[in-house]
């Protein structure tokens, strides 16, 4: 059984860090790339950041841009968030998922276009 299973999310004060990590069993993610997208009360789930099987490229959204840093260690088959400077806006459930399509394209895709969803870990950032 695949599954991609997020932690690390809680609650933070503005200004705070968090690091995200979300693990992947039940296949090997060779090939994948893999990125982050969150869901904030109400909003509809956004793309934050990808990154390529060959750890090359990464991709960011502008608003997480200089703040958050993806990094994966394939030998673990885990994909990492760090989040600095966390604002009261960054609160919502962090969602990691897999999709054998390039990371470039995973912010303008079809979130039913991605192979793998996990189930979220929810981050909460304090004014």
């Known amino acids: 059984q695949v599954q991609l299973v997020e932690s690390g999310g809680g609650l933070v004060q503005a200004g705070g860090s968090l690091r995200l990590s979300c693990a992947a069993s039940?296949?090997?993610?060779?090939?994948?790339?893999m990125g982050w997208f969150r869901q904030a009360p109400g909003k509809e789930r956004e793309f934050v950041v990808a990154?390529?099987?060959?750890?090359?490229?990464?991709y960011y959204a502008d608003s997480v841009k200089g703040r958050f840093t993806i990094s994966r260690d394939n030998a673990k088959n885990t994909v990492y968030l760090q989040m600095n400077s966390l604002k009261p806006e960054d609160t919502a459930v962090y969602y990691c998922?897999?999709?054998?399509?390039?990371?470039?394209?995973?912010?303008?895709?079809?979130?039913?276009?991605?192979?793998?969803w996990g189930k979220g870990t929810l981050v909460t950032v304090s004014s």
């Open positions: 990154i390529s099987w060959s750890i090359g490229p990464t």
């Open positions: 998922a897999a999709t054998l399509g390039t990371a470039q394209r995973m912010g303008v895709m079809n979130l039913h276009g991605m192979d793998y």
């Open positions: 039940g296949r090997t993610f060779s090939g994948y790339a």
